[in-house]
């Protein structure tokens, strides 16, 4: 069975300061993909990244960053340089590379509040 | 480039009463997903529907129905409401190609009040 674990509930910080959103999971596939979504208050999840099991090269996308590490089952989200939009819930999911289908298991989420 | 969308955005249903929640998907996507997210906690996987047919299947009692239609839009039916049905429903789609399916985009959601 699949399982997504974020261990940090909330994380406030300053504007400006750096965040780290970890996110640990468990899966028996050894071909999966990894994703993270934003929530703001409105409520839609949005789309930041996916990451295939096979490629464990770590990207960078402006202010975001991802640091995929296999042998630890982990997948860590970074936010440079913080500001208040990015105030907002963050989900990791995984989901397994079967034919039937792509069904996304979620962690808990960490509400991350970035203060002026 | 239309998004996901869900109607109503807001449905307030009492108990034992059956209800009905709707979804159009991105436009190219073909594949759709349902989720159910309770306050403070993290979406859960209903099913999914891709071809007309339920493909996967979460974890939910037979109380949740749905359906996929010719044109790729869903719809999710609850029967027989309790008050823990009470929750953020979240369509999500996504294309299926050459076997293989990709990231799912989210709707913005219907949240259900049942009182």
């Known amino acids: 069975a699949q399982k997504v674990t974020q261990a940090q509930t909330e994380i406030s910080v300053v504007e400006k300061e750096d965040v780290t959103l970890d996110c640990v999971y468990e899966?028996?596939?050894?071909?999966?993909?990894l994703f993270w979504y934003k929530q703001p208050p409105s409520g839609e999840l949005v789309f930041l990244i996916r990451?295939?099991?096979?490629?464990?090269q770590n990207e960078i996308s402006g202010r975001y960053s991802w640091n995929f590490q296999k042998s630890t089952s982990s997948f860590n989200f970074t936010i440079t340089a913080s500001q208040v939009v990015d105030s907002a819930v963050y989900f990791c999911?995984?989901?397994?590379?079967?034919?039937?289908?792509?069904?996304?298991?979620f962690g808990g989420g960490t509400r991350v509040l970035v203060k002026p | 480039d239309a998004g996901v969308t869900q109607s109503p955005t807001h449905l307030i249903k009492t108990r034992g009463q059956q209800v009905t929640l709707r979804c159009s998907p991105k436009s190219g996507h073909d594949t759709v997903s349902w989720y159910q997210q309770a306050l403070g906690q993290g979406p859960q996987f209903i099913f999914q529907?891709?071809?007309?047919?339920?493909?996967q299947r979460g974890n939910f009692p037979d109380r949740f129905s749905g359906h996929q239609f010719p044109n790729y839009s869903s719809e999710l039916n609850v029967n027989a409401l309790l008050l823990g049905d009470s929750a953020l429903y979240l369509c999500?789609?996504?294309?299926?190609?050459?076997?293989?399916?990709?990231?799912?985009?989210f709707g913005p959601g219907t949240r259900l009040t049942v009182t």
């Open positions: 999500a789609s996504s294309l299926k190609e050459t076997g293989l399916f990709y990231e799912q985009y």
């Open positions: 990451r295939n099991s096979f490629d464990e």
């Open positions: 899966t028996r596939d050894t071909t999966y993909y």
């Open positions: 999911a995984l989901s397994e590379a079967k034919a039937a289908g792509n069904k996304l298991t």
């Open positions: 529907y891709y071809e007309e047919e339920e493909r």
